[in-house]
């Protein structure tokens, strides 16, 4: 056996994050760890890389037993971690970023064309081509996510930790990276993938491991083992399927009327974009990250002036208008980035879950302390979000947890129009059905909800009508019982436009 971690116990203060954990690894092997939003993944991982001290419990590694106190004496052991948001500079370019730490130098100097032959050199071996000149902010996230797997692979690891390996990668960049793994796994490299695409370890794992509540649930052969089975062993129960009723349409809520942005090299950012969206519907926007999608997002919601172009909300005319009135105005929004527009990370799970609330819990200009906590606490049940307390920190909340309280408290502004952008990013699959199931809820009582992700079967599974998104414009239409997955992916690559 390549790898054992034996009876792995990680305790802070009263919370016990692993609970005498057996994990095993052998070479060439991809070995996927499941389970719900704070089962322990993460911090297993973060162990195994040096990250973390386990409180109890050992590591072996070639039948050695190993400690490392820090992720410098994993990388010595040949052990590499992709994070799931990537630790890249994106002013520098490919090759810079791969060598960093570890430069080939002419005298004293950093020798740029060596470290760029180096890299032409690992990418050959390793099958994974990228030009070496080119700077990472460049970059599409498919590529960044191979920067920094052959980072890892320059640092000479054989065991490669992937967290949440395709959470920002688009269906076409996903397949990529599945076959990539692969690709290095047949040839000796060893893989431990994080993730909560249940479809994607039935294609690419050799054996899954599941985690619930810090304590395995299982590990099994993916070859005898389903999605439903994996499902229930992550929940401990079975997950009931939502149904979609027919819509049943009201007003316009939403009217986007020829809305351009200029970009800075003269290409538009948005090209004359227009769309509605009625009171109980759900319109959902495709496209590959970058198409136009997050400007569309930012002009709607205020954070994004436009050139031209008219946006009413209501009835009324909010164009230019500033965040807090649009939100006034009926809007509420789940932002596609939960960190940059959606959290204060210093702020506690109180302060975060009670944003835009103040005001409906406001007496002769005091707060409703009281009131507010009863709220918070009713998310916390409602979407099951694993947090210490209301006054921990959100910082110290899984990106899962913390993508939970904004849906809830976004859903519970109860809003005519919700923009619900990415709002299952990084959620297990328990909270991606409740999360459905509460858009659904808010569609059937009338609300209009402008649904934009990345994940094909989502916009399937909950859109009445689909949008696709290429170049900044509208590429495509169809209603759900018309879409198919291959016209919406012809659209998103530019190809058959019907704009």
Known sequence: MLLQMRQITKTYGNLTANSNVDFTLRQGEIHALVGENGAGKTTLMRILYGMEQPTAGSIRLHDQEVVFANPTDAIRNRIGMVHQHFMLFPSFTVAENIVIGNEPRAGVKFDRNKAALQVQELCAKYRLP?????????????????????????????????????GVLTPLEA?????????????????IIITHKLHEVMEVADRVTVLRDGRITGTL????????????LMVGRELAQSTKTMASLGETILEVKEISIQGDKGKPLLDRVSLQVMAGEIVGIAGISGNGQSELIQSITGLQRIDQGQIRLNGKDITGRTVREIRKGGLSHIPEDRYQWGAAKEGTVLDNGTMGHQETHCRFGFLQGKALRKMVDGFIQQFQIKAGSQDTQVKFLSGGNLQKLIVAREIAQNQPLLIAAEPTRGVDIGAMELIHDQLLKKRDEQG???????ELTEILKLSDRILVMYEGKIAGELSAKDATEEQISLWMAGGDSHA
């Open 175 to 191: 397949r990529e990276l599945l076959v990539i793994m692969k690709s290095l796994a047949s040839q000796g490299k060893s893989f």
């Open 130 to 166: 990228i030009d070496p000149h080119r700077k990472v902010a460049d970059c599409p996230l498919g590529l960044q996510q191979r920067v920094e797997i052959l980072k890892v692979l320059y640092q000479g690891a054989d065991i490669i930790i992937l967290d949440e390996p395709t």
């Open 448 to 454: 209009a909800i402008l649904l934009v992700s990345s």
């Open 221 to 232: 052969n993916a070859a005898e083992t389903n999605v439903e089975e994996l499902s229930k």
